[in-house]
């Protein structure tokens, strides 16, 4: 009897185990791969979100970096990306 005890437990513990690096894999997939998720009916809408909170980026006329643009700083027709370089002469 000892011994059907003994085969059945070990049974239960290499399933536990298949299934458990089973699901950890599982998770590494999805967090490696991961695609957003979007609901069933408002798919559409997410998109929209990001869209809308999404802001225009401008190059700094003078430095040439990109920056947003309610950053901006308006001199002479162009953009730039602070103060400092709106009043240094143009190169």
């Not at 513990?13 to 089973?22: D, E, Y």
Request: aromatic share 8%; net charge positive; charged share 20%.
């Amino acid at each position: 009897m000892s011994r059907i005890i003994f085969w059945l437990a070990l049974v239960f513990l290499v399933i536990f185990a298949v299934r458990s690096k089973i699901r950890e894999a599982q998770k590494r997939h999805q967090q490696q791969f991961r695609e957003p998720q979007q609901p069933a009916g408002g798919g559409a809408r997410s998109n929209e979100k990001v869209a809308a909170e999404a802001e225009t980026m401008l190059q700094c006329a003078h430095c040439g970096i990109f920056y947003p643009a309610s950053e901006s700083v308006q001199a002479r027709g162009r953009d730039y990306c602070s103060a400092a370089h709106a009043t240094l002469p143009a190169a």
